[in-house]
């Protein structure tokens, strides 16, 4: 580890230049922990809906669930009520994050249509008043992930600065709009606006695909540091410094089996497996498997079917 933090979040010292962002379905415990060992600056949980918090605990606490080695810890919560965001965000203080962050950029359409994630977007009153509350009935600090607003509404440069006048100490902005969902380029040059116009730490999301590209985004736009998605998916060594095509095939086979071995272990048999696959599925895109050896190896339906596979299958040297 650096001797010097890189930036601070309030009085939280980070580490490290990119994060590992939160992605539903993906930055869950197994994922998270193994990127973070590996170099990701802090680590974010999936997000929770602030009425689960009050309405389904022990989902929750799975999804919030973490090893002291991660901190610092920032569990994510989206909503369109202010006053329940407050209700949750105080239930899990109780668990211990160093940070809690407010998602104001999903784009998926069942959030959206609630009036949160990048739905937010359109109401700044309503993120006034939720950074605001937030802000005095917590006694950590209070960030913000948010994206460019729509196509219709660009309100990021609003709502970044309401993010920073009403007491929050971070935000993240993908540099898409809610249309563009995943697709199409990242806009680098709003990220250095926002950067432009607010003092506190600013972390630039988007076309970070290769280790180059962190470099990149940060002299581009003059940000704090670099949140990985996608580009960390199969690859999870680029939070080391290290492209995929750099890394050993016997090293992939290590991380593979590690990854699973976590899975199983956070989620049982049957659900780990399952939720491992997605992961498999990047770990072995560069492989050059013949597609039904792959399908076989990704419907196999224990654990130890899908290594043994694995073993037998030799997996060879990308590219090759």
Not at 72 to 91: C, N, S, T
Not at 149 to 159: A, F, H, M
């Amino acid at each position: 580890m650096e001797n010097t933090p890189t930036f601070f979040v309030r009085d939280i010292p980070i580490y490290g230049e990119a994060i590992l962002a939160p992605m539903d379905g993906f930055s869950d415990w197994p994922f998270r922990s193994l990127c973070r060992e590996l170099g990701s600056a802090m680590s974010y949980t999936e997000f929770i809906q602030a009425r689960d918090v009050l309405n389904r605990p022990k989902y929750v606490n799975e999804k919030l669930a973490f090893d002291e080695s991660e901190r610092p810890v920032a569990f994510q919560l989206y909503g369109d009520d202010p006053d329940e965001m407050v209700e949750a965000a105080k239930r899990v203080r109780d668990l211990g994050p160093d940070t809690v962050d407010v998602n104001m950029g999903c784009p998926a359409k069942s959030v959206v249509h609630h009036g949160a994630g990048v739905g937010m977007m359109r109401s700044p009153l309503k993120i006034a008043r939720a950074f605001r509350k937030l802000t005095a009935a917590l006694d950590i600090p209070v960030t913000g992930k948010i994206r460019l607003g729509w196509d219709d509404c660009r309100s990021y440069r609003l709502v970044a600065r309401i993010v920073e006048e009403e007491g929050g100490s971070l935000v993240a902005i993908h540099g898409r709009t809610k249309e563009q969902g995943y697709g199409g380029q990242a806009d680098w040059d709003a990220i250095a606006e926002v950067r432009q116009l607010v003092k506190i730490p600013v972390i630039g999301n988007g076309d970070v695909r290769a280790v180059a590209d962190i470099r990149r985004l940060k002299e581009y736009t003059g940000c704090e540091a670099v949140m990985i998605g996608r580009g960390a998916i199969g690859n999870p060594w680029i939070f080391s410094g290290l492209d995929r095509e750099q890394v050993p095939p016997e090293q992939v086979r290590r991380m593979i089996e590690e990854h699973l071995a976590r899975s199983l272990s956070f989620y049982g048999p049957r659900l780990g497996l399952e939720l491992f696959r997605k992961h498999a599925v990047g770990y072995l895109e560069s492989f050059g498997l013949p597609r039904d050896k792959r399908k076989e190896l990704l419907t196999c339906a224990k654990a130890e079917e899908f290594l043994e596979l694995l073993e037998q299958l030799s997996v060879p040297v990308p590219g090759r």
